[in-house]
Nanobody, 115 residues
């Protein structure tokens, strides 16, 4: 089993920045993928950014150039630096972890971009 704990969400004005963190604990395998997903009100959950198995990073077109995903493997922690935030970035952000054991999701952290 893997547990994920997100933090860092909040209320920010358009143009502002936030940094999300996702700490993974439990049976972490060396080969895994991690990523961030977002669910806006009334919409389906969608990919924001993720590490692919080959080390390649995939970003949603809507966040390219504004968001940066990173991770500290020594701490089993992943980050999402979000800059130049827009009102349409509002939603619940979820951390995802996947490996040979299965797929795991965090509880989500709310990000609200509003003036």
């Amino acid at each position: 089993q893997v547990q994920l704990a997100e933090s860092g969400g909040g209320l920010v004005q358009p143009g502002g920045s936030l940094r999300l963190s996702c700490a993974a604990s439990g049976s972490i395998l060396r080969i895994n993928t991690m990523g961030w997903y977002r669910q806006a009100p009334g919409k389906e959950r969608e990919l924001v950014a993720r590490f692919m198995g080959s080390g390649f990073i995939k970003y949603a077109e809507s966040v390219k150039g504004r968001f940066t995903i990173s991770r500290d493997s020594s701490k089993n922690t992943m980050y999402l630096q979000m800059d130049s935030l827009k009102t349409e970035d509002t939603g619940v952000f979820y951390c995802h972890y996947g490996d040979a054991q299965g797929n795991y999701w965090g509880q989500g952290t709310q990000v609200t971009v509003s003036s």
